[in-house]
């Protein structure tokens, strides 16, 4: 976490974090980002349709 708070509000890492993470030896990008950017969380979101009711 970076006392700027722009990675806690966003959940993306901020400049500061991503000068930190670029320094690493093995940086692993997708450790550092919040869980609900992953993809398994989008393909949650649209798991279901949704069944539109047509009224006439
Ligand atoms: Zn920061």
């Known amino acids: 976490m970076c006392t700027c ?5 966003t959940g993306l890492p901020c400049v ?3 000068a930190f993470i670029t320094s690493l030896d ?3 990008w997708h ?3 919040d869980d609900y950017y992953h ?3 989008y393909e949650c979101i649209f ?3 949704i069944n539109i ?3 006439i």
């Open 5 to 9: 708070i722009e990675w806690q509000i």
């Open 16 to 18: 500061h974090a991503a």
């Open 26 to 28: 093995l940086p692993l």
């Open 31 to 33: 450790t550092y980002v």
């Open 39 to 41: 993809v398994y969380r």
């Open 47 to 49: 798991l279901y349709n």
């Open 53 to 55: 009711i047509i009224l």
